[in-house]
């Protein structure tokens, strides 16, 4: 115990004098800096110090992450915890179902398998989003059809959704690119007209709302990831939302290699441990299992995510308002009816901007703000997905958009000094344009 308190006070210990010394710089800087030159010029940098780490998990998630394994189940899957994870889920977001799996992509791909999506079947996907959307599309056999990106919200266009659709379709994923929701009236109207089923890619949404609903509660099906930089984080891990109750039966069955209960649904309640159980396997399925250990993180994260949300979504508005207001810069166009949760916020160099991606990257390097990149690429340009079609809003946006942090560990002086850094870069650029890297 003496030990613990003398890691922990000095672990805190550090972080606060980091954080004074970089008080302290930043008031000198201001003092005596003569010019407002970038590092990149041999100014003074906006930071001495880098950001601080993102820092998912609090002591109360390490002390249920210890007590899960100290229990040493056997049954890892099989766990309490991870009942009441897919509990205290359905609570949160306000749906029927709820259901824990081992990562986003096995969401997706539980979920395609729940809507009975099949090979050669086809799913429309947006051309800009991580390569897991349309894997999972992939991993069932069917194909993935890309729609570009609407310019303002970067998510899909849904007025580019019909002309991709076929005989063939059999649903459509849109993406809440960032946190900002997609249209999704548009989307329930088009999918009503053509009988498909709308299974929402959650992964970047978790406490986004649209018209007061979560993200990820709105389509057929929803899907979480639980990956390590997103709001919530079980280190990997997964959820589907559905308040379909049959939809919901069959995903459990699919997560669970097909295992079926002879009253319907799967018990998760192994014959190796009950020989009264009559399992049976009724169709392909996967292990996508999520173990106790990260659902007694999961339910921790659970515990404390109005105030993750709150900060996530203060942090972004921030960046939304300041950043926005840059010339040469530009923001996802954010409908009135939505309050966006931010998972990393994204803006885009337009074409007037005076530095170009690799430039601006350089000079918040040196600025010591972090950045976080998106895909160079739009979907369909990966040889996996046959190189098929052209999507320019798509390829612009993965060529020239750049990601802040907005996790609870950024606070007000690291939000304000990303948008000194950003700032002083793009003055000092219009003053020597043109500049390139
Ligand atoms: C839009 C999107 N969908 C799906 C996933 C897949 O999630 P996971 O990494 O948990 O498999 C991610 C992961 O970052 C994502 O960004």
Redesign the pocket.
Known sequence: MRAWLKTHRHAAGIRHALEWTQGAYSLVRRLAARDDRPALDGGWPVRLIGMPPPRPFTRPERSALRRAARAQSTSFFDGEAVRTFEARLADRFGCRHALAVS??????HTALMAARVGPDDEVIVPAM??V??AM?VMQQGAVPRFVDADPGTWNIDPERIEEAISPRTRAIIP?H?AGVPCDMEAIGAIADRHDLSVIE?A??AHGSTWRGRALGTVGHLG?F???S??SITTG???AVLTDDSELFARARIAMNLGETAPEGGSPMEHAFFNPQTRLDYTMVGWNYRMSTLQAALGIGQLDRFDRIRSVRARNGAFLHDRLGALDGLAVQRVCDDASPCY?TFPFLLEEDCPLDRALLLQGLAREKVDVRLWSNLPLAAYEVFGRDGEFPVAQRLCENSVGLRVDPAVGSAELADMVTAIRRLLEWGRGREPVRA
């Not at 990562?103 to 997706?108: E, H, I, R, V």
């Open positions: 990562s986003g992509t096995a969401a997706l989003t991580y897991a959307t999972a993406v690119i890619d992964a970047h899907c990831s639980f990956g930089p997103k990997e891990g997964g998972y």
